[in-house]
């Protein structure tokens, strides 16, 4: 058999999907469609092995329901408006975002993405993804912002969105406020310290890890029920070094055995200190800019770590500490850069969310859920939502926030004629006392625009680009059949898509989200910057794209995989194996019409049941997105019945025989692999595409395997198909047999003759018995009390 050139044969179908438009979106089409609200990759690199992985997963699927379905809406975005992609733009061109107005960066950033895109994408098609890369979007090109702009306005319009001046989560690194799925926890050492505050000249002792904040003290809480110090309430207590006076107030939140019972409320140390101060009505004392340094009193300027080691040291020389100790603590960090965040106080836009959580977790519920426990993941998250989606980020880069304000306190919304809009470019007057308002300078959080992407790529291919409040109307509809997406965004992408498609339509955005699992090496995730990261690239540079994607097909939704290079080989050996059984089948159908014989013979039928049986079981299997179920039955059934078994049965038969017993051999020779072929399909396009355009095309006609229907069970004259004991009394003796000769060390092929034990013979001979002396070679067949096998 002549070598293989998986990569040759690889380059050639990918090409000629192209050229061919395989995998186009046929707006005339009628059939239901199967439509995708596909994950934007951002394009700041090349395709990691996480996304080959995830991706992957979600084509089999795809490609599965474009073969049963007919109709399939696969979209391909890429999700450019994030840091990420402004680091990459900054690094390509060399220049600094902040130096440049954003309209001119965003200008630069399409063009750069114009060029760099088509890089990328390469990655994505040599995997095999089966996307109509022609439905393109950006998630930061001028159709994504108008959508993204358009959906401020109308929430504003609706009143979901508010402006309020509040502490939010903020990041004194990134230096902007950052939203709570943002967040991270991270464990860490901090020295817990137990500080010397005064209460009618006594010490009042109160344990802190942020002695820094001393200065922005407001109160100090005690639990009602705390008899040591009833008597303390109402007084006031002395703060520490700095000499000022907060009162001694009761809160049952306070619990009585944690520290010394006592408890310093600043503004702000966490969240506790929000909601508390918020509820006691305290004046805040705000010592916290926004670059994360202390901006009053002897330790203006420093930073909070700098500030903290400074204080604690003018405690210790003022006597002020009573004890230290090192603890180990969770600390809430910003999830793209590591710092702990703070609270400050700023203005900021908000979407309401909170008032929705019974909504949400029942929008979660009508949405199906693959695997199951991922629904678990959203609701605990609505669940613990504590504060409402803070949409503005103090950024340079990203979708602007389309609004201008008047001195007067009138906002102003721009027409959606204009959109998309920078209000830092564009003036406006206010529409109440006519003066110039101010525009907007931040930016909206890049999930604010992601969370539309069922929006956005509707309305790409729809008529009309007013897609998110009429969208019965159209061609692709929403909700959506399917989002595909990994688990560590649920919080964020699928949640906040969720949220936008409630609030703008009272829809679910999709009736399906498939969630994918994390690719491990050695059991440990993988992390790229560590120097673990294996190279996609390199692997189907060795191994073919088909392998990659077997070796990807190798777990369930929403589980974990290893990398592991002895999978790829089973793929490639499987790749072999295939392309050498078709040669085998085609070498003897050289005189095939294509016709079905009247008869079949017994043992034909037989196995064609059996085809049909897996037909069922891998239907059934991608219908409920278990793939890898869908993979395992199909490998199984290709070596085990197909190769080691009905390939041997009738190797003899079409070597010999002429007339109506090699035409049924022929018969379903053709359908059974034909049958495998299209099994396999959605896991390995590249080389079932390579065997089906050599050898079935001109039967076929259909110009793509990827294209042809996957088969429905009514494809048989079902009356043909029986003898389903007969057919596993065969294998189990042939099977005996073979162990019997490998016992007596003989090759497989040798010549024997056979006791069959009288049980076995009954079944088998009217019609089985010819059969089974040609696959063992056997020169006479008896029937007998004991099975035997004589050389
Ligand atoms: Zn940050
Ligand atoms: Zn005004």
New binding site residues.
Partial sequence: MPKIDIKLIEEKWKKYWEKEKIYKFDVKNNKKIYSVDTPPPSISGRMHIGHAFSYAQQDFIIRFRRMFDGNVFYPFGTDDNGLPTERFIEKINNVKSKNMSRADFIALCLKTLKKETPESIKDFKALGISADFSVYYSTIDKHSQKISQKSFIDLFKKKEIYTKRFPTLWCSECQTSIAQAELEDKKGESLFSTLKFKCNGKDLLISTTRPELLGACVAVFVNPEDKRYKNLVGKKAKVPLLDFEVPILVDKSVEIDKGTGVLMVCSYGDKYDVDAINKHKLNPKIILDKDGTLNSGKYKGLKIKEARKKILEDLEKAGLIKEKKQIEHVVNVHDKCGTAIEFLETDQWFIKILDKKKKLIEQGKKIKWYPEFMYKRYENWVKGLEWDWSISRERHFGVPIPIWK?????FILPDEKELPVDPLQTKKK??????N?KGESRVLDTWATSSMTPQIVASLVNSSHDSFDKSNALKVKIPFSLRPQAHDIIRTWAFYTIAKSLMHGNKIPWENIVVSGFVKLDGKKMSKSKGTGVDPQKAIEEYGADALRFWAAGSKLGNDLDYQEKDLITGKKIINKLTNASNFVFMNLKDYDGKKPKKLEAIDSAFLNRVLELVKKVTKYFLDYEYSKAKFETENFFWKIFCDNYLEIVKKRVYVETGDKRKSAQYVLYQSLLVILKMFAPIMPFITEEIYQEHFKKFEKTKSIHLTEFPKVGIWNLEDLKYHIEFDVFLKVVSKIRAEKTKAQKPMNAECSIDLHEGDYMLLKNKFLDDLKNVTNAKEIKEAKVFKVKF
């Fill in positions: 008047c001195e007067c306190g009138e206010c529409v109440k006392c006519g003066k308002a």
